[in-house]
Every structure is written in structure tokens, then in C-alpha cells.
Nanobody, 116 residues
Framework: VQLQASGGGLVQPGGSLRLSCAASGMILSTFTSSVMTWYRQGPGKQRELVAG??????TYADSVKGRFTISRDNTKKTVYLRMNSLKPEDTAVYSCKAARRDFELWGQGTQVTVSS
């Protein structure tokens, strides 16, 4: 069972990216019932929660509200992070996590660099 994050890259300020996090080896009901979360860790910074999604709704860090959108496609066992109006301070390694009361699973990160 693993989470595979993808979609990172180099983008200019004001640009957009869409990150994907796909679960493999996980049964559908486990994915559907999991809280899916994106975290990021910038250079010299602590890891921070970016956005989360569950059956109850979504949550965002104040720094990304209005610019980032988290969504999920349960049939594909994939969670997405659409990032618009990117800023240099969004530069970080972005990682995804699946969690329920009985388990927690982290994926590897994908690098996002915002620079002109």
C-alpha cells in the first residue's frame, strides 16, 4: 500500500500547478473513509498542513485560502491539489497523507518551485 504524489515542477509566480496523490494497493472503502491531507515543507521551515478533505468537508491553511483547492476522485483513489496564483513562498516539498483512526500512511513528496 502506498501513496504516489506527482505534478510538481518549476513555475513562475502567478502560475498554476495541479498535484495528484494516488493510492495503490488500498481497497476502495479504506480510501473513501480516509481523511486525505496535503502538507508542505519549505526550505528551512517546519512542515505545515496545506489542505485536507474528508466526508465532512475541506480545510485550508490561511496562507492558501482562495488560491488552492483540494478535491478527490474516490473512483480513482486519487486526491488533487489545484494551486493557483502561486507565490515564491509556496516553494516546498508537498506530501500527501491518508489517515483514519486505525492507520496513517504518508506518500513521498513532490517538489514545487515558484521562481522567475
Amino acid at each position: 500500500v502506498q501513496l504516489q504524489a506527482s505534478g510538481g515542477g518549476l513555475v513562475q509566480p502567478g502560475g498554476s500547478l495541479r498535484l495528484s496523490c494516488a493510492a495503490s494497493g488500498m481497497i476502495l472503502s479504506t480510501f473513501t473513509s480516509s481523511v486525505m491531507t496535503w502538507y508542505r515543507q519549505g526550505p528551512g521551515k517546519q512542515r505545515e498542513l496545506v489542505a485536507g478533505i474528508s466526508s465532512s468537508g475541506t480545510t485550508y491553511a490561511d496562507s492558501v485560502k482562495g488560491r488552492f483547492t483540494i478535491s478527490r476522485d474516490n473512483t480513482k483513489k486519487t486526491v488533487y491539489l489545484r494551486m493557483n496564483s502561486l507565490k515564491p513562498e509556496d516553494t516546498a516539498v508537498y506530501s500527501c497523507k491518508a489517515a483514519r483512526r486505525d492507520f496513517e500512511l504518508w506518500g513521498q513528496g513532490t517538489q514545487v518551485t515558484v521562481s522567475s
